[in-house]
């Protein structure tokens, strides 16, 4: 991953703070939480106005590309995750501990939801993606198959960021959450249908040095719809 990452700064000193956004959004999510904090608020390759990767990467590949804009600051940042990027913020915590002081993760998809399996795909549809590859059916009417079956994530996307797509919903990050050693902070929507509550509950038991803060009246949006809550987070860190 050789992209550019674009971004805003925030306050006049060295960024404290690099916060990474949700999936389908963009950095301006974190606009009100990091107000008058020195940090940095990251276009997510693929995502605003940055380019997306060259191959098809999950979050580990996300990671290490935010490893080279963290040793650029020249700081141990506390690193802010909503859903994706919390992915990518949980990963980058585990491999590189060296460069973050703190974690605040907020409506992570870190673990499956304990009512949900993986999914597979059905039998029709793996009958459709064989006659593709026999050349039986063209590719206009698999792509026509794969929209109708996706979900809106999926069908909002194409080329390489649907491939990144697909891997990254099937990833879980038990490994890596027992691997941090930072403090974690978890902030969470009781209305979350996206990441139910039980997820953040299930991955705080892997984590040593971890507090949730659950925030009443809000679903899966908190960087937007509870900002204050994600910026106390920020501060207990800092």
Sequence with gaps: M????FG?????????????HGWGRDRRDFAEV?????AVSVDLPGFGTSPPPAGVVGAPGYAELMAALVEELGTRPVLVGHSFGGRVAAVFAAERPDLVSGLVLVGVPLLRPGDRPAR????????????????LISDRRLEREKRRRGSADYRAVSGVMREVLVRVVNETYETELARVECPVRMVWGADDREVPLEVAQRSAAL?????LDVVDGCGH???RLAPHRVRLAIEELL
């Design 2 to 5: 050789d992209g550019i990452l």
């Design 8 to 20: 805003d700064r925030y306050g006049s000193a060295e960024a404290r703070v690099v916060a990474l």
């Design 34 to 38: 990091l107000d008058g904090l020195d």
């Design 120 to 135: 597979k795909p059905s039998t029709a549809y793996r009958l459709v993606r064989w006659a593709n590859k026999a050349g």
């Design 207 to 211: 984590l040593d040095d971890v507090r």
């Design 221 to 223: 949006d908190v960087p």
